[in-house]
């Protein structure tokens, strides 16, 4: 089994206070044996979508870039698998909502950029263009990740178990546009219908920034291959939860289940029509 951490914390407009933050909790959740961390969506800044700012775009940055180079740093300090969300400018000024992932080596295992993109995002990034990725690590397990909104598409987190994910992250920015009910259900219908791990973790707290005024609800959660909530955080504080990752659990509720082996993909065009 491998240990895998998420991490909900109240976030600054201070990009600086929030780095700190995440890595001190980087640093924590590895002391307690976790391989592989993945941090609230936009970590290293507020959630700046409720309007539309152009001096936000300031807070972009490219990948690799400083924030990455940091939170490399400590992951190879930690010998962990990190994602790190942030917000991400190309040198073609792009702009996209980003995860980084990095290695315990230090080194960017690649990125993926939120492919659905909603309401006011939309004045801010642009839609992924790299696809669904997976990636294999290190710790015997391949990762994917789903940015909030995307994984309100049941296509995409099957894509992600089609491209071998034994669990995906869905680091979100949710409040009471998308009601805890349906947060919950989404999350344990991805990991049922896909018979893997999700990690789904969200921010807490109000941002302390002018526009902050909408409260996070964390409710962070894993859930298993069989729909059971096995960590849950609560709504008000800083958190880290963690689940063991059991590959052997996948197996054997795939084999049992046969929804991979009962699949009849002749049948699904119109998906794609």
Same mark, same amino acid.
């Given at each position: 089994?491998?240990?895998?951490?998420?991490?909900q914390?109240?976030?600054?407009?201070?990009?600086?206070?929030? @780095?700190?933050?995440?890595?001190?909790?980087?640093?924590?959740?590895?002391?307690?044996?976790?391989?592989?961390i993945?941090?609230?969506e936009?970590?290293?800044?507020?959630?700046?979508?409720?309007?539309?700012?152009?001096?936000?775009?300031?807070?972009?940055?490219?990948?690799?870039?400083?924030?990455?180079?940091?939170?490399?740093?400590?992951?190879?300090?930690?010998?962990?698998?990190?994602?790190?969300?942030?917000?991400?400018?190309?040198?073609?000024?792009?702009?996209?909502?980003?995860?980084? @992932?990095?290695?315990?080596?230090?080194?960017?295992?690649?990125?993926?950029?939120?492919?659905?993109?909603?309401?006011?995002?939309?004045?801010?990034?642009?839609?992924?263009?790299?696809?669904?990725?997976?990636?294999?690590?290190?710790?015997?397990?391949? #990762?994917?990740?789903?940015?909030?909104?995307?994984?309100?598409?049941?296509?995409?987190?099957?894509?992600?178990?089609?491209?071998?994910?034994d669990? #995906?992250?869905?680091?979100?920015?949710?409040?009471?546009?998308?009601?805890?009910?349906?947060?919950? #259900?989404?999350?344990?219908?991805?990991?049922?219908?896909?018979?893997?791990y999700v990690g789904?973790l969200?921010?807490?707290?109000?941002?302390?920034?002018?526009?902050?005024?909408?409260?996070?609800?964390?409710?962070?959660?894993f859930?298993?291959?069989k729909?059971?909530?096995?960590?849950?955080?609560?709504?008000?504080?800083?958190?880290?939860?963690?689940?063991?990752?059991?590959?052997?659990? @996948?197996?054997?509720?795939?084999?049992?289940?046969?929804?991979f082996?009962?699949?009849?993909?002749?049948?699904?065009?119109?998906?794609?029509?």
């Open positions: 089994m491998v240990k895998a951490a998420i991490v914390f109240n976030a600054y407009f201070d990009k600086e206070k929030n @780095i700190a933050k995440a890595k001190s909790y980087v640093r924590e959740a590895a002391a307690s044996d976790a391989k592989l993945c941090l609230q936009l970590f290293s800044t507020v959630y700046f979508c409720v309007g539309e700012n152009p001096a936000y775009r300031e807070l972009a940055e490219p990948i690799p870039g400083p924030t990455t180079e940091e939170m490399a740093e400590v992951a190879q300090e930690t010998r962990v698998v990190l994602v790190a969300p942030m917000y991400e400018k190309t040198s073609e000024d792009e702009y996209y909502n980003t995860a980084a @992932i990095l290695g315990p080596d230090g080194k960017l295992m690649g990125k993926y950029r939120k492919n659905s993109i909603p309401f006011n995002e939309k004045f801010y990034f642009q839609p992924g263009n790299l696809g669904f990725p997976v990636f294999p690590t290190p710790f015997g397990l391949t #990762i994917g990740v789903l940015i909030c909104y995307d994984h309100n598409f049941p296509e995409a987190a099957r894509v992600l178990a089609l491209k071998g994910a669990l #995906i992250f869905v680091p979100t920015a949710a409040w009471g546009y998308l009601p805890k009910h349906v947060w919950e #259900i989404g999350l344990r219908a991805h990991s049922v219908e896909n018979l893997y789904g969200n921010r807490v707290g109000k941002d302390h920034w002018d526009l902050g005024d909408k409260p996070y609800y964390g409710d962070s959660m859930v298993n291959p729909g059971e909530i096995i960590a849950r955080a609560g709504g008000q504080n800083d958190e880290i939860i963690y689940a063991d990752i059991d590959l052997e659990m @996948i197996k054997e509720v795939r084999d049992d289940w046969g929804f082996r009962d699949r009849r993909p002749d049948l699904y065009h119109p998906l794609v029509e």
